[in-house]
């Protein structure tokens, strides 16, 4: 079946760090993948997605690029914010369904 | 658009009972879905509809109920509480028209409590 691998945190930054929350896939077919950010009280919200091999999806800063060869779909951003506080989710829907397949959740404090 | 709304925010259940949490979207979207959110486990899926009158049985779907009269109402009825259904659930929906791309939108959640 489809799973999800993230990164295990908690992850602790300082303001204008770098990050980055690895993730990795099993799929059976041709997966689309999403990053989703839950902040503390909210539900989840899309950060970014991706549909195809090479496909680079970006929001808020952050980065990600389907890497099919490699299964992976690695989250980055350049200089973090205190704002960037979340649970970082990464997902996977494999194509003619609508199921999510989430990873475990990474959390990630930013401290000024 | 309200988009998707839940009630309630927060719930305590004694052993036994039973409850309903309500789930509502007003985008006309087609998918709907249940997960419950547990620490290092990420969100798996209780229950899951296509559309009105289907429903379908998602990764850990004991002890939970889903109906789907309506496209824009999803409830989850948990028939008799237990201590491990304690956890965060989240609704969430999705149209269906949209290939590869479509997303899904969540709502803020309703924290479960079952002493």
């Known amino acids: 079946g489809d799973s999800v691998t993230q990164m295990e945190g908690p992850v602790t930054l300082s303001e204008e760090a770098f990050l980055t929350i690895n993730c990795t896939y099993t799929?059976?077919?041709?997966?689309?993948l999403f990053w989703y950010v839950q902040y503390p009280g909210e539900g989840l919200q899309l950060l970014l997605k991706?549909?195809?091999?090479?496909d680079k999806g970006s929001n808020k800063g952050f980065e990600a690029t389907y890497r099919k060869e490699t299964t992976s779909f690695h989250l980055e951003k350049g200089s973090v914010q205190v704002s960037d506080s979340a649970v970082y989710f990464c997902a996977l829907r494999e194509f003619n369904d609508y199921k999510l397949s989430f990873g475990a959740g990474t959390t990630v404090t930013v401290r000024a | 658009n309200a988009g998707v709304t839940q009630t309630p925010k927060f719930q305590v259940l004694k052993t036994g009972q039973s409850m309903t949490l309500q789930c509502a979207q007003d985008m006309n979207h087609e998918y709907m879905s249940w997960y419950r959110q547990d620490p290092g486990m990420g969100l798996r899926l209780i229950h899951y509809?296509?559309?009105?009158?289907?429903?379908d049985q998602g990764e850990v779907p004991n002890g939970y109920n889903v109906s789907r009269s309506t496209t824009e109402d999803f409830p989850l009825r948990l028939l008799s509480a237990a201590p491990s259904q304690t956890s965060v659930y989240f609704c969430a929906s999705s149209p269906t028209g949209s290939g590869r791309a479509s997303t899904q939108y969540f709502g803020p959640g309703t924290r479960l409590t079952v002493l």
């Open positions: 509809s296509v559309g009105a009158g289907i429903t």
């Open positions: 799929a059976t077919g041709y997966p689309s």
């Open positions: 991706a549909t195809k091999a090479d």
